[in-house]
């Protein structure tokens, strides 16, 4: 392409936003915050240009940079979007904008370190996205990683260094493995060649032998089942989310478990076919274990933040679930259920992070009867909590379905089971809804010893006088709440608006990824379409 | 045995050396083993400059000059280190200098 | 070419034997002298290996100025800090010579086994002697092919110089040790520590200490009233 | 006509959305006449579309958009109206609009009245588009969209935690029938390649017998849920903890008939299979003796109400499965009506009596409350199966069916089933509105309904006493000859009339005996209900707990579930999967701290062990030569 480089300037105006942060170094707060919305706010815009020069039309990498960096050994700098990878960078600009604007008041203290890591979070996370060489995909793979366990670890609450720590090590040790696989792939397709190179869409041309692929295999898909994370790697995820600061936890749930999905499309699958189908059972089964495990699992919790991890383990589980079962529906079915758990869960985290900055506390039988004071930040949660059960017509409906559905044509059993969710993710986020929206704040008289409830008092004013802005860490009324301000309105908006969009209308989000998916299904007979 | 013969100075400079080593591993005073430290490097000299003799090679003897360079260096501050410790704790003996336990 | 052998091999035997001597003498001022006879031995060698210039440098820079270091300080620190005087340490010494025997044995039998085998290069006798001599020949191998590393050793010996000159300063906010010499020790023979069978005999002596700000003690032997901090805070303690 | 089938939705959708944005601020009251309004245009709408469908005999169907395009799963979302829906249609419009207007009154002065006027044209929505689909997903996706405001509706007053409960435990139970229903719609495609109902039922035969019966008993499934079968029932008694108008329009006349409606409209694929059929009879029988059993011993009016409709149900569905398909269809059109009076008079009275609901505080209303008694006493006697009002018509069909199709043991049931109906609606009845006034007059004072509640009343009660004749005479009404085109390869028994009045005689025998029993121990006082009671003992108890069957979940699916998750959490979480990675990193610290102990800080230490290093790699190198690496 000669035209505009769209996609490094796409991936780097954070950077630069960061880089300016760096160096002005007696900044104001207010003045880092803009800077950063800004840059952010420029990526987001050139996302969309990226969207709009895209050919939907085309199956192969499109808007392609490349730049001689060290041929000698195959490395260069190449960059291209296809339809797997769009949605999930329009996603990705999309919540750093969002991010920012919900660690607006939030983040106090060490702001401009913040915004900085914020901004390089954000070239990290669209670099993964954008890059085809596979030695510029692990460096933005790692710059994900530090930014992320800085957040957690400096910004986070009480346990943080643990929970930083542990989101450090872990997804380390698999992006060691990667490591290790990507120069075993690098070696073996030098051999069989004669050629050096890091491409991913010249190593997939490469045919490796059965065993090769196996362990190769399997050294990149534990780096992704981390990230995912897929049972029994997904122990990292609560600690981190309950810990990490909002906006983390939003940029956590939203796009870097994304990594996990889209690196098991673009690299494992066309990379190694054969070893992908000979583990397809056995990450079906896992991907089962994960849905019911974590479905389970947040129904015992009692922190906000870690059922939503919980639940978002169980929804990953359908991305894996979708992708191995290898037919059209299933590779919808990942695609969406990921855009539709980074909107929502995002959304969700944003929701609690608007309590958890008002009352300080995240404990669900702190809460109760937001509804009443808060009626418009319930009309929100009980939207996204309906998106997250599956409701039809919301986005997180299409995409399950879907892996349901495919993991039905192949595995029956498996879709049977993994169908039981549809019970279990009611009844979870139903439990955490009627608790913390519903009912009676835990100080409130009980039912019978409020006559007016027997009336018609659903709207019954707060009892106790007071704003919000109490910053003791003691326990807060959660009747004296104040509802979400135009800034949090402005942050749900438009992922509430997507997330109807998705479910009402996904045909245009499908369309766009549909000759992407069609060429990654082709080596597995591209059944379904 | 009429003539010089290679292994000589190998055995010469390997003698030396351990012996050095020796020093290095069995005396206490910072000095002394200061001074080891001096002959194991002297002893690596005669190899050089042997094996230069050898093979009429000067490369060796050039080597050897830089490690003089290079020894001297090493002599000045490690004395100036020396000096600083009996400064601070009155004593050269190695043992009591335990810093790098941790 | 007989005698050749010979004096080579007297040299080394000199040399190893002075290198031996070095390690086990007590006195570190011996030491020091043993290592100026090993290094003059070196330096013959050297000339023997036809590399006269280094013989000059061994000479100048070992012997004549690291070792005269090496003395100065020796006599900037306290002869009672020495600590080959207290207590040895057996082990250390048994294993250090095991060692040391071992690779010897080992590097001897490498010696004898191994030949080494390269591509005679062009300075030999006649060669060195074409050039101008041993030291042109190292002047200009040294400015010609060798520029970079010359000038890197420079500045190495600079950063040496530097950094001497720092380690060296007074340290003004260093408080006195606590391990400062409060007793003082009129020597009547060379210096000796402190050992710790000659403690009771001070304590036996009981001297009063006169007023004034010196202490003065006529002792009877070198080693009666020797001690050291630590044994009079102990004394102290006991108190 | 077809082209603006899509408004008929659309309004009550729109109407939803504009309350539940702007009614906060700026509609408040106002929003019940936009949604009202809505819900009659779509009504009115439905009117044309129900009699082009009578005059043409043909299905109608717009085409609105795909909604998923995924590969060969290409589901779109496609407006369909046949005879079983454009009958739908008009019960849900009609019925929905009746309870709009009867809203206004009754939730007059509430201040979510916005939130109200918003779920319950959503409902609308929902509902229609339910009935409307013309595949397997998109009627999913509205049977969970109902669900949803059946949750919303349920849990309107929701800071009574009774209320916030009984909304979760309906969404959930729905669930579990979901469950069913979903991997229904999941075999369905994988069997036939298609969820079009066109493609589907043109294709039946093509899957074995086993398959058709598997994916019936699915769809059952879905139904048991939403249609509060047993043994899902137990959702829908607790959901009357929502306003009573919604009681009235979702939880009697029409979602909780949309699972009927799902088996009506699987027909094709339902019918084929006679080992469903055989269960769905068994599972409606069941439930419509047991619910009629718990009804007999409420004392909380809606309760009665609410059980009596689950019984209900379990008549349609045992019609269903008896082979009696349009009489099922008929009392589901027949119920909505006289339920939806049954529950809105109940409405009228809890709200003449300052919200009490228990029968017990109640008594002699009769004379307070006129209109109200006389609509209600209808809708009772429609229930009960009093010729000639509606529900006997219909009930008496489904009775005649199980005789037809020769299900005896069931017809006997049936009928057993049927007097308990008579016991529990007159019971109802007398111990409300006859006797004497149990409660305290200083508190409270009885007053009729403003007529904008009883004017939905008197309509409902001109249907629920005369909707009947539209299936009349059995078996040969008009009714049965409109519906029979939604059936394909259905055909309408012969029936002599010799049997019509036998099974009459009968229906009407024991709905009287009933009438009579309650008027003797109610009214007359001569037999006491609490002595039969005693002399019942232990099955009397069974009864007056709903046969235990939430503690029979409790103990059996909640407990061990929450205790198996906490396991999971507690142990294999914390201990098993976060044990081996603390694990890991506690073995590689403990192993470094041993290490670092030689780390000694002695410099001989370290020369010596260079030294032993030398001597090992000489010596090795001495041993293997330089073979050593390779």
């Known amino acids: 392409m000669d035209s505009l480089p769209i996609l490094s300037l796409m991936t780097y105006s954070p950077l630069v936003g960061a880089l300016i942060i760096l160096f002005w170094v007696n900044a104001p707060a207010n003045a880092v915050r803009w800077i950063a919305l800004i840059a952010a706010s420029v990526s987001l815009v050139f996302s969309l240009i990226m969207l709009a020069m895209f050919d939907r039309s085309d199956s192969g990498m499109q808007l392609q940079e490349t730049f001689r960096w060290l041929p000698d050994v195959g490395i260069e700098y190449y960059l291209g979007v296809d339809g797997i990878s769009v949605p999930l960078v329009i996603l990705t600009t999309m919540l750093v904008v969002i991010a920012i604007l919900a660690s607006w008041d939030a983040i106090q203290h060490r702001v401009r370190e913040y915004m900085i890591v914020m901004l390089l979070l954000a070239t990290g996370m669209i670099g993964v996205f954008v890059s085809l060489n596979l030695f510029l995909f692990y460096i933005f793979w790692e710059v994900v990683l530090i930014p992320m366990a800085l957040m957690i670890g400096i910004w986070g609450s009480a346990n943080r260094i643990y929970a930083a720590v542990k989101f450090f090590l872990y997804t380390l040790a698999g992006s060691l493995l990667m490591l290790v696989a990507i120069v075993a792939t690098y070696q073996s397709y030098f051999e069989q060649t004669g050629e050096r190179t890091l491409s991913v869409l010249q190593l997939s041309q490469g045919d490796y032998g059965t065993n090769f692929q196996m362990w190769v295999f399997l050294a990149f898909f534990f780096a992704f089942a981390i990230k995912i994370p897929l049972w029994p790697f997904h122990t990292w995820l609560p600690d981190a989310h309950v810990e990490a600061p909002t906006a983390g936890s939003v940029l956590l749930a939203g796009v870097l478990l994304k990594m996990g999905g889209y690196g098991l499309m673009r690299f494992n699958l066309p990379m190694f076919p054969d070893a992908a189908e000979a583990f397809a059972p056995l990450i079906i089964v896992l991907s089962v274990i994960a849905i019911i495990y974590g479905a389970l699992v947040a129904l015992v919790q009692t922190d906000l933040k870690k059922l939503i991890a919980y639940s978002s383990v169980s929804h990953m589980g359908f991305v894996t679930l979708g992708i191995f079962a290898f037919n059209a529906q299933g590779m919808y079915g990942a695609m969406i259920v990921m855009i539709s758990h980074g909107l929502v869960t995002g959304a969700l985290f944003l929701l609690v992070g608007v309590v958890y900055h008002r009352a300080h506390t995240r404990a669900i039988e702190k809460f109760g009867g937001l509804a009443t004071n808060m009626p418009i930040y319930a009309s929100f949660f009980g939207l996204f909590m309906f998106a997250s059960l599956g409701l039809p017509g919301l986005s997180g409906f299409v995409g399950e379905f879907l892996a349901i559905l495919a993991a039905f044509r192949e595995y029956p059993i498996a879709g049977i089971i993994s169908m039981a969710v549809v019970v279990l993710s009611a009844w979870y986020m139903m439990w955490m809804f009627q608790r913390v929206v519903w009912q009676r704040a835990p100080g409130e008289p009980p039912d019978h010893d409020d006559p007016e409830l027997k009336l018609a008092g659903s709207e019954a004013p707060p009892k106790v006088a007071g704003g919000s802005g109490d910053h003791h860490h003691e326990d807060v009324d959660p009747r004296t709440l104040s509802d979400v301000n135009a800034k949090e309105i402005l942050t749900l908006v438009p992922l509430a608006l997507l997330t109807i969009w998705i479910g009402v209308h996904p045909g245009p989000f499908m369309e766009l990824m549909q000759p992407a998916l069609e060429a990654l299904l082709e080596p597995f007979g591209g059944s379904g379409f | 045995m009429n003539e010089l013969m290679p292994e000589q100075f190998m055995f010469l400079s390997a003698a030396l050396f351990i012996i050095g080593m020796v020093g290095v591993l069995t005396r206490r005073n910072v000095l002394v083993i200061f001074m080891c430290v001096e002959l194991m490097l002297a002893s690596v000299n005669i190899a050089f400059v042997g094996f230069a003799w050898e093979f009429s090679q000067m490369t060796g003897q050039i080597f050897a000059l830089f490690v003089i360079a290079i020894a001297a260096a090493e002599a000045v501050i490690g004395l100036g280190i020396i000096m600083a410790l009996t400064r601070q704790r009155d004593t050269v003996d190695i043992n009591e200098v335990r810093e790098l336990r941790q | ?239 | 006509m077809s082209s603006w089938l899509f408004l008929i939705p659309l309004l009550p959708l729109a109407a939803a959305v504009i309350n539940f944005i702007l009614g906060r601020w700026f509609l408040q009251h106002a929003s019940q006449w936009l949604a009202t309004l809505a819900v009659a245009g779509s009504f009115i709408l439905s009117i044309p579309v129900f009699l082009e469908i009578v005059s043409d005999e043909q299905a109608i169907s717009q085409h609105l958009y795909t909604w998923i395009p995924a590969g060969d799963f290409d589901i779109p979302v496609t407006l369909f109206v046949d005879q079983l829906t454009a009958t739908m249609l008009l019960v849900v419009t009609g019925v929905g609009l009746l309870v709009h207007i009867y809203s206004i009154g009754y939730m007059h002065g509430d201040p979510g009245i916005y939130r109200f006027f918003s779920y319950l044209p959503l409902f609308v929505f929902s509902m229609l588009m339910l009935v409307m689909a013309n595949n397997f997903l998109v009627l999913f996706v509205f049977w969970e969209a109902v669900g949803l405001c059946s949750f919303l509706l349920i849990g309107f007053w929701y800071r009574r935690r009774s209320a916030a409960s009984a909304a979760k435990k309906a969404f959930i139970v729905n669930r579990v029938g979901d469950f069913g229903f979903g991997i229904g719609i999941l075999l369905i495609f994988v069997t036939y390649g298609t969820i079009e109902y066109a493609g589907v039922f043109d294709m039946v035969g093509d899957a074995s017998q086993t398959t058709i019966t598997v994916i019936a008993l699915l769809l059952f499934t879905g139904a048991i849920g939403k249609s509060a079968q047993l043994p899902l029932f137990v959702w829908l008694p607790d959901a009357m903890e929502g306003p009573t108008p919604v009681s009235a329009l979702i939880h009697a006349a029409t979602m909780v008939t949309a699972g009927i409606f799902v088996l009506a409209r699987a027909y094709p694929v339902v019918s084929q299979s006679a080992d469903a059929m055989m269960v769905i009879s068994i599972v409606g029988i069941a439930t419509a003796f047991v619910a009629a059993t718990i009804a007999v011993t409420q004392y909380d009016i809606k309760k009665v109400v609410a059980y009596s409709t689950v019984s209900q149900l379990g008549f349609m569905a045992f019609a269903i499965g008896t082979g009696a398909w349009i009489a099922a269809i008929f009392h589901l059109v027949t119920h909505a009506f006289f339920k939806g009076l049954l529950f809105l008079g109940a409405g009228s009275v809890i709200h003449g009596m300052h919200e009490e609901q228990d029968m017990r505080k109640m008594g002699g209303l009769k004379k307070y409350m006129p209109i109200t008694y006389w609509t209600f006493l209808i809708g009772a006697a429609a229930n009960a199966g009093i010729i000639p009002l509606a529900g006997f018509w219909s009930k008496d069909e489904i009775i005649l069916g199980t005789w037809l199709y020769d299900h005896t043991v069931i017809m006997v049931i049936a009928f057993i089933t049927a007097f308990f109906t008579s016991l529990y609606m007159f019971r109802a009845v007398f111990m409300t509105f006859h006797g004497e006034e149990r409660f305290n007059p200083d508190e409270v004072h009885p007053h009729e309904s403003p007529r904008i509640m009883t004017i939905p009343l008197i309509v409902l009660a001109v249907f629920a006493a005369t909707i009947g004749f539209i299936g009349f005479p059995p078996e040969d009404g008009w009714f049965h000859h409109f519906l029979i085109n939604a059936f394909p390869g259905l055909t309408l028994p012969d029936v002599a009339w010799s049997t019509i009045f036998i099974f009459a005689g009968i229906s009407t025998l024991i709905a009287l005996s009933g009438l009579f029993i309650q008027y003797m121990a109610y009214v007359k006082k001569s037999i006491s209900p609490a002595g039969i009671a005693g002399l019942l003992g232990p099955l009397y108890k069974l009864a007056a707990n709903r046969w235990y069957l939430d503690e029979i979940y409790d103990v059996l699916i909640v407990r061990p579930l929450v205790a198996f998750s906490m396991f999971l959490w507690r142990f294999v979480d914390a201990q098993v999967i976060d044990g081996t990675v603390n694990g890991v990193a506690t073995l590689v610290t403990y192993t470094s701290q041993q290490w670092r102990k030689a780390q000694t800080g002695l410099i001989a230490n370290y020369v010596f062990a260079i030294a032993l290093g030398a001597i090992i790699i000489i010596g090795a190198f001495m041993i293997f030569g330089s073979n050593l690496f390779q």
């Open chain 3, 1 to 239: 070419m007989a005698a050749e052998v010979l004096i080579f091999n007297l040299l080394s035997a000199v040399a190893i034997v002075s290198a031996v001597a070095m390690i086990t003498m007590r006195n570190p001022v011996h030491s020091a002298i043993a290592l100026v006879l090993t290094f003059v031995n070196v330096a013959a060698i050297f000339i023997m290996l036809r590399a006269e210039f280094l013989a000059a440098v061994q000479i100048i820079v070992y012997t004549g100025a690291v070792l005269v270091l090496i003395l100065f300080v020796l006599m900037l620190v306290n002869p009672d800090d020495l600590p080959e005087f207290h207590s040895g340490k057996p082990m250390q010494n048994v294993f250090g010579f095991g060692v040391g025997l071992i690779l010897l044995a080992e590097i001897s039998v490498a010696i004898l086994t191994r030949t080494v085998v390269a591509e005679p290069g062009p300075w030999n006798e006649e060669g060195v002697a074409a050039a101008g001599g041993n030291i042109q020949v190292i002047g200009q191998l040294l400015y010609s092919g060798y520029v970079l590393p010359i000038q890197a050793t420079a500045l190495v010996l600079l950063a040496a110089t530097i950094g001497a000159l720092f380690l060296g300063r007074p340290d003004e906010d260093q408080e006195p040790s606590p391990k400062r010499r409060t007793v003082a020790t009129i020597s009547l023979a060379h210096t000796r520590g402190a050992d710790d069978d000659l403690i009771p005999a001070l304590r036996a002596a009981n001297i009063k200490r006169e007023a004034g700000d010196r202490d003065l003690i006529m002792a009877r032997d070198a080693d009666e009233f020797t001690t050291s901090a630590e044994e009079e805070e102990k004394k102290g303690q006991s108190e």
